[in-house]
């Protein structure tokens, strides 16, 4: 299978682009053997992965190590890591410098940076560095405890207003997509319409280019809240659970092994 690129993603503008995100070896080889066109390794490990209450716990490192692994079990799809709170605030340089890790170090194809046109500068000082990068508008996991909680964004005509605007500055920038998270519907199709670049929608309605989900809420692994606009595929956790009783119980009951 021919290795996508982001120029080749930017071609399927208008087109339907599907993502998900991975955090380890044998599920990333999975995914890619389906096909699936982006592999995000988010900062949504913290909440799924590691058990953390949101994603500002998330380390470098830890994006780093997962990161790794997902790379080792992807050969087709691009690979976008989330880059954690606070490793693009700090200065540019700083920024540059923990973009490139995730190229150099650990495998990816390109970093996802949260926010608009507060980073803009950021995000062409990241691809002058040649590294590419992936917006991310509307909800904004990482800023969840200025924002006071997981809310729909865009709701107001000002607020739209600024989202609009913040999608193209994302794109002169040299975004080559931008995730669109919990916005209404009618408003990812105004932004997918205003930029010539692809858009991911989550929880944004089905007028974005590409959609995105959390790997572990749509196989139905995780038993804590699941935002309504997931749907899910299958019910991992039952499926595990009783798996595992069952070998405690034959374990324990002396039939296994046989």
């Known amino acids: 299978m021919k290795k996508l690129t982001t120029k080749g993603i930017r071609e399927l503008k208008g087109k339907k682009i599907a993502m998900l995100t991975a955090y380890d070896y044998p599920t990333a080889k999975i995914i890619d053997q389906c096909e699936c066109d982006i592999i995000l390794v988010g900062d949504s490990l913290g909440n799924v992965i590691l058990g953390y209450p949101n994603t500002t716990h998330v380390t470098m490192e830890d994006m780093l190590h997962h990161t790794s692994a997902v790379a080792r079990g992807t050969s087709r799809a691009l690979i976008v890591a989330d880059m954690p709170f606070l490793s693009y605030h700090l200065g540019e340089h700083k920024a540059i410098e923990n973009a490139g890790r995730f190229i150099s170090q650990a495998g990816a194809n ?61 794109e002169k920038s040299g975004a080559f997509a931008i995730v669109l998270e919990c916005i209404p519907p009618e408003l990812a199709a105004r932004i997918t319409e205003s930029v010539s670049i692809p858009t991911i929608g989550i929880g944004a309605g089905p007028h974005c280019d590409g959609q995105v989900l959390v790997l572990h809420d749509m196989l139905g692994i995780c038993d804590g809240y699941v935002p309504s606009f997931v749907k899910k595929y299958a019910d991992l956790q039952a499926n595990i659970r009783n798996a595992v009783a069952e070998y405690v119980n034959e374990v324990k009951n002396g039939e296994f092994p046989e």
């Open 110 to 170: 390109a970093v996802k940076l949260e926010g608009g046109a507060e980073i803009a500068e950021t995000v062409r000082a990241i691809t002058n560095a040649g590294i590419p990068v992936m917006g991310h508008l509307g909800l904004l996991p990482q800023s969840v405890n200025q924002i006071g909680g997981f809310l729909t964004q865009g709701k107001t005509d000002e607020q739209a207003a600024r989202l609009i605007e913040d999608a193209k500055t994302l």
